[in-house]
């Protein structure tokens, strides 16, 4: 006599089945995803990935597990088997290994490496949701992602190759400005592209976890768990991968596409590797190491005491590059590169966090991908990203007009929390629209104690700016 409860399991794994397989089946198409422009060759990819390993690994504490670095090696290898044919590189070489922080971020370099915190591996509610995460990394990589974003960047010649490229995938990203307290070290510029990109590897990541027997249901699930688990600050991997909008609706609609093939049922695996990271005593708290010249990031980003920093020089120095035809700046600052932005600022200023430049003090310009050619709404959304990413910053409605290099600017005045003194500071964005309809923007940031000493070194910033069309 067959157990009822043996034929109940069988029906609703039937059930299942068949409704994993009904898109398929109906004749819905896969979407077809084509990787963007791109004048590196796959091996500038291997290069650039295998330098930026090294830099990761000195800056990312790493956890050093017979037992996860197995599990996630077995799941990261069964994912890229299922890699379409027809995007395959043979240069490329996939490597899958668990940084030591407790944060939910994953992140994938160019030519294969990946790394994935262990904050995501325990935030996963099954092994389906920790695989859509990684084959969405895995698509950046099928993709090219990387080095088609700085095939974009090329003619505005703001920063080294590798620099931009690391900046991108490891320091935030490459959609958003990512601001924690005055940390304004990635610029808005790659909004639209960067969109662009998160739904291919949305998309291709949905079709390769069907092709290794996962339901791409999963991986919208995940973003919910992400949200969910996210807490006041807002989860990493959700700042630095930007929404490129109904991302649940189109993964569901693509999963209704595609067949799952064997599916996996148990998570047998996923179970005991959960179990397994609940035993291991807590994460490493902090890089393991700073950049030369750069002070790290408190632990935890928790506020600290900092050394004074020198006030702005009368003197002034010139610098001319990409949009910029011209800079006056105070001949004590420095400049840095973060992502496709430039920072100026006096030494002691910047700080390191996660491979991303910050400053306490200082000035960005960069560009942003304008979503409009109004100025107003331009300016309003780039608010609103930095205020997505800054729970501390009280944005203002108030913009005022002012000129900038004989173009119409807008210009308003934002409090702040800084998240590396504690100290309140005042952020200052200035805008303008190019010729081609690019926003260009200047951020400038001094605690509120020293905003008299810096505001005329501001105004002549300002005043001196002459950009290129």
């Not at 590189?89 to 490496?113: C, M, R």
């Not at 092994?127 to 990387?146: C, F, K, N, T």
């Amino acid at each position: 006599m067959i157990d009822p409860q043996t034929v109940r399991r069988f029906a609703g794994g039937l059930l299942a089945m068949l409704a994993l397989t009904a898109g398929a089946a109906a004749g819905q198409t896969p979407t077809g995803v084509t990787p963007p422009k791109n004048k590196y060759t796959p091996a500038d990819d291997v290069r650039l990935g295998q330098e930026a390993v090294d830099q990761i690994r000195e800056q990312v504490p790493m956890l050093t597990d017979g037992h996860l670095q197995s599990y996630l090696d077995a799941l990261g290898r069964r994912l890229v088997a299922m890699i379409p044919p027809s995007l395959e590189q043979s240069a490329f070489v996939y490597t899958f290994e668990v940084a030591d922080k407790e944060d939910i971020n994953a992140f994938a370099l160019p030519g294969g490496p990946m790394f994935v915190h262990r904050g995501l591996m325990a935030v996963a509610k099954t092994e389906g949701e920790l695989a859509g995460v990684m084959a969405h990394e895995v698509s950046h990589v099928v993709l090219r992602h990387g080095t088609a974003q700085q095939t974009k960047a090329e003619r505005f010649q703001i920063g080294a190759l590798f620099g931009q490229v690391l900046g991108a995938i490891v320091g935030g990203t490459t959609g958003d400005i990512i601001a924690r307290g005055s940390n304004f070290g990635v610029s808005a510029y790659f909004m639209k592209f960067s969109r662009e990109y998160e739904q291919q590897a949305d998309i291709l990541g949905a079709q390769i976890m069907a092709r290794a027997g996962y339901d791409p249901r999963d991986m919208a699930n995940m973003f919910r768990t992400i949200e969910e688990a996210s807490g006041a600050s807002g989860p990493q991997w959700l700042s630095d991968h930007p929404n490129p909008g109904n991302r649940v609706d189109y993964i569901t609609r693509e999963a209704e596409a595609l067949a799952v093939e064997g599916p996996r049922r148990r998570d047998t695996a996923f179970v005991a590797m959960q179990a397994h990271l609940s035993d291991l005593p807590p994460a490493a708290e902090g890089p393991r190491a700073a950049a030369a010249g750069t002070a790290p990031m408190p632990a935890g980003n928790e506020p600290r005491d900092v050394p004074p920093v020198e006030p702005p020089s009368a003197r002034t120095r010139n610098y001319e590059t990409g949009r910029l035809e011209r800079i006056t700046v105070p001949a004590n600052w420095q400049q840095r590169s973060s992502a496709d932005a430039l920072i100026f600022a006096p030494e002691g200023a910047f700080f390191e966090a996660s491979g991303t430049t910050t400053f306490t003090h200082g000035i960005e310009v960069g560009t942003a991908d304008g979503q409009t050619r109004d100025l107003r709404r331009g300016t309003q959304a780039l608010v609103q990203n930095l205020a997505r990413s800054n729970p501390q910053l009280r944005p203002s409605s108030v913009y005022r007009t002012t000129m900038v290099d004989g173009r119409r600017a807008l210009t308003t005045t934002m409090d702040n929390a800084s998240e590396i003194t504690g100290q309140p500071e005042q952020v200052a964005l200035v805008t303008t629209t190019l010729r081609d309809g690019t926003l260009f923007y200047l951020i400038a940031v001094a605690p509120y104690s020293e905003a008299a000493a810096y505001s005329d070194a501001f105004a002549r910033v300002g005043r001196t700016l002459r950009l290129r069309d």
